[in-house]
Structure formats: structure tokens, C-alpha cells
């Protein structure tokens, strides 16, 4: 009976140290939704084998879609975390850097053509040139937070407004396509490959990250200047430089996503591509349980959130939501998570569970 009742103790204490962890929240929806899935339509997750345009074996499905469109937000997760983390602030110019990123890749391998038969230049080279202008603009919105003091929102503001128009201008309001069949890998499959490549990409920005926090202070550094920017001065801290260096790297996965994104039609749309990702990033990022304030984060929590939020858009659309009603659904989302996130619903959480275990415990001893 006594072992009974330790069993019984020691689970609740299992759960309620769930609970407290940071990854709890993404690990709840992302159940959540499950289940409902599995409820509403098992065939949800039915996974097929087929062949692509070239002959090309593919998996498709509804999981699939997941992990293909969710690697994407997953990279863009990873940046946006180190920004909020250090700034307190979110970078709402994510999916105009997009479209600018995009646009230099097209314009880079089109040249002055902008439908050449061969491309004018090495894939690897547009990229990195895309890097070095997404890094620039990230440099851009990182001088202003940092050191010119404008709040994030407002200093990515005007690349919001102006980055699509910028996009458009570099490619002289044309549309680059791109014949070449290579080019279409990085957003879709490698021949002999059945899984999308942008999940191998993402894996690899993972990894990258993975080491940059294990092996250099970047991550210390970046929390310790989002719980308080003064005592991170007074330790030898360069508060302004963090913040700008988060800029510069999420100006670095920016380009990343943009490779994906115009690799997937081998071409551009300036209005349309990436429309409303920033959303889904900071949404991302609230519900891998970061504080938006700024301050101790988990990227890991971050990253399952991005699959999550891809999770809740692709059941969305499973149940013929219109996409112009999806920011309604995905506001609601951003509402509990904010909420739940507020001190003082987590104080009278963590309140209300010591009280069940005080009162667990009585009954125990009478």
C-alpha cells in the first residue's frame, strides 16, 4: 500500500517538474493537436510513396507538409529566439528580408536575363552573396535597436514596409524563372531522396547552432543582457553588440529560408512570398515558453514550436480554413500563450499546485 501511495506521489511530482520546464507548452499543444488529428480523421497521418514530375521517388502527406514548410519557420525560429532573447523585441521584417534575399539569389544566377537558359553564376555563389545582404540589412535593424535605442518592432518596421519593394526593384519589377532542374533540390527533393530537403537544411542550421552555444558565450551573453542590460555592462558585458550580433545572425537564417523559398517554383512572387511568416516565427518562439521580454531562452523549445505552429496551419487548412482567416485562429493561439507566460498566472500556477500537495499530503498523514 505504501509502495501504492510513493508511486502515486512520485508521478505527481514527475508531472508538476514537467510542468515547470520551458519545453512543457510545445509538448502540450503539440499532443493536442495530435490527438485531435487522430480523433477528427486518422488518415491524417497516412504517409505515401510516390513519384515527383522527374520520376523521382517522394513521400507525401500531411506529415510530410509539416516537416517540409515547418523546417523553414524552424530556421527562422532559431534567429528570432537569439533577437527576442537579447532585445526584448521581435524582428517583424523577416518575411521582407525573404523576399530581398530571394530576389539577390534570382538576380545573381538570371544576371541580366531574367529567363537565361544556363544559370549565370554557381548556386553557391548567389547564396552567399544573399547572406551578405541579409546580414547587411540584419545589421541595419540591429543598429537601430542597439544603438540608436528604437524599439524592435518600430526599427524593423521600415524594412517591413519598404523590403518588398526593395525585392522588386533589384530584379526591375521582372520575374526571374529558372530553368535549371538543380536549383528546385534545395526546396524540394534530391533525386534519390524520398524527404524534403529543407528538413536536411534545417537540421544542419540546428546543428550549427547546436555547437555556436555549447562551444562560445553567445547564449550566456545574450540572456544575461535580456534579464538586465546594466548588470551586463558592469560585468564586462558589450550590451549594444549582442544585441546587434542576434540581428546579424537572424539576418543569417533569413537568407537561408530565402534560398528555400524561391528554390521551391524557381522563381519569385515580391508580394506574396513569405506573406505573415513573421507571425508564425515570434509565435514560434512564445510558444516554445521564451519570455518576449527578453531574457533566459530555449532554443529547443523554440524549434518544436515552429513544427508545432506548421502542425496547427496544416489542420487548418486539412479542415478548409481560409488562409485569410488563419491569423484570426493563430491570434487566439498568441492570447493564451502570452497570457499563460505572465508572472503572475505562472505565480498562482505554481501556487495552486503547492497548495493540491500540501492538502495531497495532509489527507496522507490524517
Do not use: H
Not at 525560429?77 to 521584417?93: F, Y
Not at 544585441?243 to 528555400?260: N, S
Request: net charge positive; charged share 10%; proline share 4%.
Amino acid at each position: 500500500m505504501q509502495t501504492k501511495e510513493m508511486k502515486k506521489l512520485n508521478l505527481s511530482e514527475f508531472f508538476m517538474k514537467l510542468f515547470r520546464r520551458q519545453i512543457f507548452i510545445p509538448i502540450a499543444a503539440l499532443l493536442l493537436l495530435a490527438i485531435f488529428n487522430l480523433i477528427t480523421d486518422p488518415s491524417f497521418y497516412k504517409i505515401t510513396l510516390g513519384y515527383n514530375s522527374a520520376g523521382d521517388p517522394v513521400l507525401s502527406g500531411y506529415l510530410m507538409t509539416i516537416l517540409d514548410y515547418g523546417s523553414e519557420l524552424a530556421i527562422l525560429a532559431i534567429g528570432m529566439t537569439l533577437v527576442t532573447a537579447a532585445s526584448g523585441g521581435q524582428d517583424i521584417s523577416v518575411g521582407a528580408g525573404i523576399a530581398i534575399a530571394g530576389s539577390v539569389i534570382l538576380r545573381v544566377l538570371c544576371g541580366t536575363d531574367s529567363r537565361p537558359e544556363t544559370l549565370q553564376a554557381p548556386i553557391i555563389v548567389a547564396f552567399l552573396v544573399s547572406c551578405v545582404v541579409a546580414m547587411l540589412f540584419g545589421a541595419f535593424n540591429g543598429a537601430l535597436v542597439a544603438y540608436f535605442k528604437i524599439q524592435p518592432m518600430v526599427a524593423t518596421l521600415i524594412l517591413f514596409t519598404a523590403g518588398r519593394s526593395i525585392a522588386a526593384w533589384i530584379n526591375n519589377n521582372e520575374l526571374p524563372i529558372i530553368s535549371e532542374p538543380s536549383f528546385g533540390y534545395f526546396g524540394g527533393f534530391i533525386p534519390g531522396i524520398p524527404i524534403p530537403t529543407p528538413f536536411f537544411i534545417a537540421v544542419a542550421c540546428m546543428i550549427i547552432m547546436a555547437l555556436v552555444l555549447k562551444f562560445t558565450n553567445l547564449g550566456l551573453y545574450t540572456q544575461a543582457v535580456g534579464i538586465n542590460e546594466s548588470s551586463s555592462r558592469l560585468n564586462g558585458l558589450n550590451p549594444a553588440f549582442i544585441k546587434f550580433l542576434t540581428f546579424v545572425i537572424l539576418g543569417l537564417c533569413v537568407a537561408v529560408a530565402g534560398l528555400i523559398k524561391v528554390s521551391r517554383l524557381s522563381s519569385i512572387n515580391y508580394s506574396v512570398i513569405a506573406k505573415d511568416i513573421e507571425m508564425d516565427a515570434i509565435l514560434a518562439v512564445a510558444l516554445g515558453g521564451n519570455a518576449l521580454s527578453g531574457g533566459k531562452f530555449n532554443m529547443t523549445a523554440s524549434i518544436l514550436g515552429a513544427y508545432v505552429i506548421q502542425f496547427l496551419t496544416t489542420t487548418l487548412y486539412k479542415f478548409n480554413v481560409q488562409s485569410d482567416a488563419l491569423s484570426a485562429y493563430k491570434a487566439v493561439v498568441v492570447i493564451i500563450l502570452v497570457v499563460l507566460s505572465t508572472p503572475v498566472v505562472r505565480e498562482y500556477l505554481s501556487s495552486l499546485g503547492k497548495k493540491l500537495k500540501f492538502t495531497r499530503n495532509v489527507k496522507e498523514v490524517g
